[in-house]
């Protein structure tokens, strides 16, 4: 199995920035890809970004440019860093890991960490 316990959300001004990080655990060698979700109340969960195990990255489009996933494979630890942060930021954001064990896939959810983004 496999375990991702997400930190670095609170609160930040318009226009400041904060550096979420997602750290793995367990079966660490079937990752195929880790990744940024993020939901407000009454509305489904959005994907922000995503990181292969080649490191190959995905964005949401409307992000592209503001937020910037990366990886440390010493520490099995992925992060976003979210800058120049808007009051539409504001959400529950969660950390996915998704792979193959034992011919398997699995996907794991974290806890989800708060970011709220103040006018």
């Known amino acids: 199995q496999v375990q991702v316990v997400e930190s670095g959300g609170g609160l930040v001004q318009t226009g400041g920035s904060l550096r979420l990080s997602c750290a793995a655990s367990?079966?660490?060698?079937?990752?195929?890809?880790m990744g940024w979700f993020r939901q407000v109340p009454g509305k489904q969960r959005d994907m922000v970004a995503i990181?292969?195990?080649?490191?190959?990255?995905n964005y949401a489009t409307s992000l592209k440019g503001r937020f910037t996933i990366s990886r440390d494979n010493t520490k099995n630890t992925v992060y976003l860093q979210m800058n120049s942060l808007k009051p539409e930021d504001t959400a529950v954001y969660y950390c996915h890991a998704a792979g193959v064990i034992a011919g398997r896939y699995f996907g794991s959810w974290g806890q989800g960490t708060q970011v709220t983004v103040s006018s």
């Open positions: 990181i292969t195990r080649n490191s190959t990255t």
């Open positions: 367990g079966s660490i060698f079937s990752i195929n890809a």
